[in-house]
């Protein structure tokens, strides 16, 4: 089955054509990164134009780079939630009416449900179930894949994302967008210890976390020092902050292998590509005899291949849309795709 997937949810312009879930057989991007670091960040208002003018290229491109013609298209699927409301209805439109016009099934795809598929692409033997840990911009939580379109939320953050965080802080250092991967590259080999920082315990739920406080204390170190002229050693507040989301992160995990017996973890999402976290993971599973799964950093970011290869196991499950389907900028990952 070569379902063509389309994923606009922020500032990547992404179309893939996917075979049966786990072949890639194209997929191009389109990425705003140089546009939105003049701003420090993404402008939804300018994603949102920017989707609108590489779209049509791009779904071209794929299907040229895949040598399949639009008959040998089965399926359109697409990122329906969650994502900058704008950005999202741009792909749902597209998908919408290449679907009419096709005359072939239309798709509805979860982006973060998308995100955990990237291991599938990236490790063909993976199969449910197991754990996922997805950290994202928008999104932190620890979730059990029961089976491809079944899942179980064990605990998420109650307020901020880590990968939030990480762009905030990095952005009050004067660091490029995107913020978190030049925090990350700024930690290298730094003391991890040298700024005390605070790692969260909020609530009855012993998975679920907290990072508005961690980002906060991070930020107010900054300017305190600058207000005091103070010399601030920059890579090593870096490796402190990246050692306490780690540290907020990995114990959770572990404490979720161990409870639920599970022998297979995984990881997924743009903070995925952090490489403190990526080590503690590793060690964290071989701790607990667990097979680990840790996707290439070109899947950790957004991507189409993620959504056409979560499309195919949608389908499967009978979760299809029609015309009426619309764009969401929050929406749960449990439950059905709509």
């Known amino acids: 089955m070569n379902i063509l997937a389309i994923e ?5 312009t992404a179309v893939a054509i996917v075979r049966d879930g786990r072949k890639v057989l194209t997929d191009c991007i389109a990425s705003q990164v140089a546009l939105h670091r003049e701003y420090g960040g993404v402008v939804p208002e300018i994603a949102s134009r920017k989707h609108i003018e590489a779209i049509y290229s791009l779904a071209d491109a794929a299907l040229a780079e895949s040598k399949l013609t639009r008959r040998e298209i089965d399926a359109i699927a697409v990122t329906y939630a969650p994502g900058l409301i704008g950005a999202v209805l741009v792909g749902v439109n597209f998908a919408k009416a290449a679907a009419l016009a096709m005359d072939v099934p239309l798709i509805p795809v979860h982006h973060i449900r998308g995100h955990i598929a990237a291991n599938y ?21 620890i979730v059990e894949v029961k089976d491809y379109t079944v899942m179980r939320i064990l605990g998420t953050t109650l ?6 965080c990480f762009d905030k802080v990095a952005r009050v250092l004067g660091m490029p967008y995107p913020g978190g991967a030049a925090l990350d590259r700024c930690s290298q080999g730094a003391d991890s210890t040298k700024y005390a920082l605070p790692r969260s315990k909020p609530g009855a739920n012993p ?6 406080g961690l980002k906060t204390a991070a930020i107010n170190c900054i300017h305190h020092a600058e207000q005091v002229g103070e010399r601030m050693d920059i890579p090593a507040l870096c490796a402190s902050f990246s050692a306490a989301v780690s540290d907020t992160l990995v114990p959770r995990v572990e404490m979720a292998l161990r409870e639920t017996g599970l022998k297979k973890v995984a990881i997924a999402g743009g903070v995925a590509a952090n490489s403190r976290i990526r080590t503690a993971l590793l060690a964290c599973a071989q701790s607990c005899g667990a097979s680990v799964y840790l996707p290439p950093l070109k899947l950790c970011g957004d991507n189409g291949a993620m959504i056409g290869s979560q499309a195919y196991y949608e389908y499967l499950a009978g979760h299809t849309a029609d015309m009426t389907l619309n764009a969401y900028a929050t ?8």
């Open 207 to 212: 998975y679920d976390m907290s990072f508005s």
């Open 159 to 164: 307020d901020d994302a880590a990968g939030e």
């Open 8 to 12: 606009s949810s922020c500032d990547e």
């Open 331 to 338: 929406k749960s990952l449990l439950g059905e795709a709509l």
């Open 121 to 141: 692409l990236a490790f063909p033997e993976l199969e449910p179930p197991f754990l996922c840990l997805v950290v994202s911009g928008g999104h932190t939580m």
